[in-house]
């Protein structure tokens, strides 16, 4: 079945410091989403990419689509401690479902 | 509030017991989905529902596993003879769904603990 995964799983980084996320499927995807989970929250829909090659920009963040569809990334300019938590994206199978990826934990040093 | 709501938040059973957990959807969306999580894993696929109708159910869900949206909006997620391989955040989320898989909105979770 369909695999998605993430690199690194954790990332420490000083406040102000830029981050990034690499996201790999298994499959060629229709589109890809990116969600945000909070520490004891629960996934909040960032954004969705279905263009190959497509860029997407949101204030200090900015969503990358792979030219084959199959690996995506998101990168953080100068991180503030309001970005921590947990990156997930999420590829659909079919028109019917989400595969998770296996995050990336993302913890601000103030 | 009109988001995705969850009940109860919060549930400590005793091993072989049964457990039901509620989930009301947004309003108009027509998909409603379950997922398990677990610490450090993203959320893991059990089930969705289009309008009442279920028309999938992961191999990750046993027999032990039932779940129905008996009127296409609110849906329950029981399991029975609970095992502590079973504790876990319950995630349920909503969508709506024309034609191209839409953004997924997630309820609170109820997190589960079997002892």
């Known amino acids: 079945g369909q695999q998605v995964m993430q690199i690194p799983q954790y990332q420490h980084v000083q406040e102000g410091e830029d981050f990034t996320t690499y996201c790999n499927s298994s499959?060629?995807?229709?589109?890809i989403q990116w969600y945000k989970q909070r520490p004891g929250g629960h996934p909040v829909f960032l954004i969705q990419l279905v263009k190959s090659g497509e860029v997407k920009k949101q204030k200090r963040l900015t969503f990358q689509f792979g030219e084959a569809k199959k690996n995506s990334s998101l990168h953080i300019t100068a991180t503030q401690t309001t970005d921590v938590g947990t990156y997930f994206c999420a590829g659909p199978v079919g028109n019917e479902k989400l595969t998770f990826g296996t995050g990336t934990r993302l913890t601000i040093i103030p | 509030d009109t988001g995705v709501s969850q009940n109860p938040r919060h549930k400590i059973t005793k091993r072989g017991q049964n457990v039901t957990f509620r989930c009301d959807p947004i309003s108009e969306h027509n998909r409603l989905y379950w997922y398990r999580q677990t610490l450090g894993q993203g959320p893991e696929f059990l089930t969705y529902f289009q309008n009442e109708a279920q028309l999938e159910k992961s191999r990750l869900l046993s027999d032990r596993f039932s779940a129905e949206r008996p009127k296409g909006s609110f849906s329950t997620l029981e399991i029975q003879r609970t095992e502590q391989g079973d504790s876990a955040m319950y995630l349920c989320a909503s969508s709506l769904a024309t034609g191209r898989l839409y953004e997924q909105y997630f309820g609170p979770g109820t997190r589960l603990t079997v002892t």
């Open positions: 499959t060629t995807l229709s589109n």
